[in-house]
């Protein structure tokens, strides 16, 4: 038995604001943003919602898997943006594409959502519980950033990524070989955001912001030491050295952080395709959209071995090898 993935698809909104528009608004520059991110441009929803996205995005991961709506059993939605918090994201997408037979929930595990949801997929197909799943991360981030604040709106982007997870019975090759996950709520407050505060009588309001709020120099630490480690581990698990990985997958918040992680490693940049350039960094979907885009392009070519991994606010990092 294994589990795979079998169809991807993406969606970002139309609005595209390059850091030239943006240093029309702020006190910013194209050299800066680009030369200590990587980022020179971001799609931003202005009519689209979370929910349509996420819902197109599965819709073209759904065509290329050849499923109908009406085969999937399971929707996990990975976000912290959905439109409404009831019903939620995935319950939403089900209703738009009309997938009756599914049972529907979101996650939130930030930016590592995407391999937080293929790791419990992974857990229910392989015990038999479903058959074929949808997991989608899906974002629009730029509700949450307070577009004054320079150290953080010139980062995030909107958009959805999602991929068709079915059980079946290729060896051991194929499908998901390997994941690690892991969380520190510990250090967590370095990259928070605030909900609505507690609203009844017997509260004292507190002071925290409803928008995202990080410590960047904190995060980049975290992210350039935690994600070779469980990228190795994962590799580890799969029985693989990384040498054998063809392509890996991170997700897009910083190419310097990426740079970092592939000299960790030990890997050429080559095999650490990037497309924050024009997405920014767009947490649970930023490694389902690269996903897709690399897919679709070619890339990736029947038995590659491929290494997915996410990091961000909890803090949390998860990291997947699959054998394609
Ligand atoms: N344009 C111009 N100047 C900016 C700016 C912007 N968009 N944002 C911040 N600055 C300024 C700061 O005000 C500060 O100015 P000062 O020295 O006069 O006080 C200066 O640039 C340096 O700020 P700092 O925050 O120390 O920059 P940095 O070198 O740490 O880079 C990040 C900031 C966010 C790019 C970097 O910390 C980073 O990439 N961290 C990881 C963040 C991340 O990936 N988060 C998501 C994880 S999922």
């Known amino acids: 038995m294994s589990v795979k993935i079998i169809g991807t698809g993406s969606a970002v909104p139309k609005l595209r604001v390059t850091n030239e528009d943006l240093s029309r608004i702020l006190d910013t520059s194209d050299e800066w943003i ?9 799609h931003i929803a202005v009519e689209e919602t979370t929910a349509q996205l996420a819902a197109e995005a599965a819709g073209a991961a759904l065509s290329m898997a050849q499923l109908a709506a009406e085969d999937i059993d399971l929707i996990i939605g990975a976000t ?7 019903p939620g994201l995935a319950c939403e997408v089900q209703r738009i594409l009309g997938a009756a037979h599914a049972a529907a929930f979101d996650i ?3 930016c590592s959502g995407f391999l937080f949801a293929l790791n419990i997929v992974n857990a229910y197909l392989r015990s038999g519980v479903y058959q074929n799943a949808l997991i989608i991360g899906a974002e629009t981030l730029s509700r949450l950033t307070d577009w004054t604040d320079r150290g953080t709106c010139v980062l995030f982007g909107d958009g959805a990524g999602a ?29 928070s955001c605030g909900n609505r505060p507690l609203n009844n009588p017997y509260v004292n309001h507190g002071n925290e912001t409803p928008y995202v709020d990080m410590n960047g120099q904190e995060v980049y630490k975290f992210a350039v030491k935690t994600v070779p480690a469980a ?17 890996f997958l991170l997700h897009q918040a910083n190419y310097r952080i990426i740079e970092a992680a592939a000299k960790r490693l030990g890997q050429p940049m080559e095999k650490f395709p990037t497309n924050m350039q024009e997405r920014g960094n767009i947490s649970a979907a930023s490694v389902p959209i ?19 991994a996410g990091f961000g606010a909890g803090l949390t990092w998860g990291a997947a090898v699959l054998g394609w």
């Open 34 to 42: 680009y030369s200590r991110t990587g980022i020179k441009a971001r």
């Open 80 to 86: 912290a943006t959905p439109d409404r918090l009831l």
């Open 108 to 110: 939130n595990a930030a």
């Open 163 to 191: 991929a068709v997870v079915a059980a079946d019975g290729a060896g051991e090759t194929r499908g998901i070989l390997g994941m690690v996950q892991g969380s520190d709520g510990g250090r967590g407050m370095v990259l």
């Open 231 to 247: 990228i190795a581990q994962a590799v580890e698990a799969a029985r693989l050295t990384v040498e054998e990985i063809d392509l």
């Open 290 to 308: 690269l996903l897709d885009e690399v897919n679709r392009s070619g890339k990736i070519k029947e038995g590659d071995k491929i290494v997915l």
